[in-house]
């Protein structure tokens, strides 16, 4: 039987189309192929093993590697070292300069794509929203099956959240982000638009995502929503519920110390609070951290900052604690949601973090920006007995494995990829 030829396009850094790569490439059906900015093929391996215990950033390298034929992937290095060089703008004064160096490195990235899709030639071309660009033109003209996986709000969505003020507002309850305003935007929402508008089929994961990209226009039909859940490798790492944990305030939080993951509400929750809180937060180094929140370190809040850390060691920490907080201002589907269910932690995030949190069930869900309905979730979660508190964990650390798996993503997007091949 002759297989499918898919060509995967990650993009920067551990995009999940690494692990759906991977995933695909187990199937009798397809023939994998995989663009990715940077991949740990043999030589790099061979080359960082010794390193990789002692650096963080290696190790997470290498972590990027699944189960992929490495002479079917290819690596554009260039534009990983592109992104690398802007991340060192991380201050307000110098962010435009950090987007406008980043999208060099995207359109390098877009340019080289476009040559590999000509090569390859293949029957889907599945790449990550804001890496197709030029590529995309190439695609239309020999009527090759292409999909955007688009993981976050709509870009427009998302400035007028974010930045068109100083201050939190909805855009579902306000005015839409004009033509000419969006020329305000970065660089990368910039692309991210581009490659929406251009999109002939548009895969995103979550609902939430959805409704953002049908409020500012897209046809619904051409959007399928697929909820990604949580990879193999990261569900290998917990094999079982763990019960002894740290006390519940000792409170996590996971994911980039940015004003979108809704830090400054979390901050302003905690300290409005008179209780005895430990706050442990894991994905941030303390630069980052006392660059945007400097008095979080002068109240009376405790601080514990774990830094990066690897897969493994974040399952750890995930299953050492109760209550995981993700106040999330905008998201697509935030994975440190999955990861933190799959863990067996008590969730309490807003709808905008694009997760599968049901109020009551899973943890509590808070308006998102409400910094009082924060401070109200915060104390009930204290207040749950630990019988009942335990059985929401547990439950929800079985749920993920039953229905929010690799496997299960891999049947849905089977599904999809047939229903695209037989209306082409």
């Known amino acids: 039987m002759n297989k499918k030829k898919i060509l995967l396009s990650a993009g920067f850094n551990k995009s999940h189309l690494i692990s ?3 995933v695909l490439n187990q199937s009798k059906t397809y023939n994998v192929y995989l663009i990715c900015s940077l991949y740990p ?8 093993r010794i390193l990789a215990p002692y650096n963080k950033g290696i190790h997470r390298f290498l972590d990027r590697r699944e189960n992929l034929q490495e002479n079917k ?18 201050s307000k004064e110098k962010i ?10 995207i359109n390098y990235y877009a ?48 400035w007028k ?21 969006a020329k305000s935007m970065n660089n ?3 692309l991210m638009e581009y490659d929406l508008e251009n999109a002939e089929n548009i895969l995103v994961n979550s609902d939430i995502v959805k409704k953002t990209c049908v409020f500012y226009g897209i046809t619904p039909s051409i959007i399928k929503v697929i909820y990604l859940g949580c990879d193999d490798k990261f569900l290998s790492y917990s094999t079982e519920f763990i019960t002894k944990r740290k006390a519940r305030k000792e409170i996590l939080y996971a994911g980039a110390w940015t004003k979108r993951k809704g830090i400054f509400e979390l901050v302003k929750a905690l300290e409005n609070l008179e209780e005895d809180i430990t706050l442990n937060i894991v994905g941030a180094s303390y630069k980052e951290v006392e660059l945007l929140t400097p008095n979080i370190f002068r109240n009376k809040i405790k601080i514990n900052i774990y830094g990066y850390v690897n897969r493994d060691r974040l399952s750890k920490i ?3 604690h109760q209550i995981v907080i993700i106040p999330s201002l905008a998201e697509g589907s935030a994975r440190v949601g999955f990861e933190a269910l799959a863990c067996g932690c008590f969730v309490i995030t807003t709808p905008y973090s694009g997760t599968i949190v049901k109020n009551n069930i899973n943890g509590f869900l808070f308006e998102a920006g409400n910094t009082k309905q924060l401070e109200l979730s915060i104390i009930k979660a204290f207040g749950i007995s630990n019988k009942e508190i335990n059985k929401i964990m547990y439950d929800n650390y079985w749920l993920i494995r039953k229905q929010f798996t690799s496997e299960k993503y891999f049947e849905k997007l089977h599904r999809y990829y047939e229903y695209l091949e037989s209306n082409s």
């Open 73 to 90: 992937v290819y690596s554009i290095p260039i534009s990983e070292i592109i992104s690398k060089i802007s991340s060192i703008f991380i």
């Open 318 to 320: 995930y299953s050492a």
């Open 96 to 105: 435009d300069f950090k987007y406008k160096i980043e999208s060099l490195g």
């Open 161 to 181: 959240q974010l930045y068109s003020t100083d201050y939190y507002v909805d855009p579902f309850n306000s005015e839409k982000l004009k033509k000419h305003e």
């Open 111 to 158: 340019n080289k794509s476009a040559n590999i899709v000509k090569k390859l030639q293949p029957s889907i071309y599945h790449y990550r929203s804001c890496y197709g660009l030029d590529s995309l033109k190439y695609t239309k003209s020999r009527n090759i099956i292409s999909i955007c996986d688009h993981t976050i709000c709509h870009p427009r969505f998302l």
């Open 41 to 48: 093929k043999l030589f790099f391996r061979k080359l960082f």
């Open 188 to 190: 990368i929402y910039k």
């Open 20 to 22: 759906v790569a991977g």
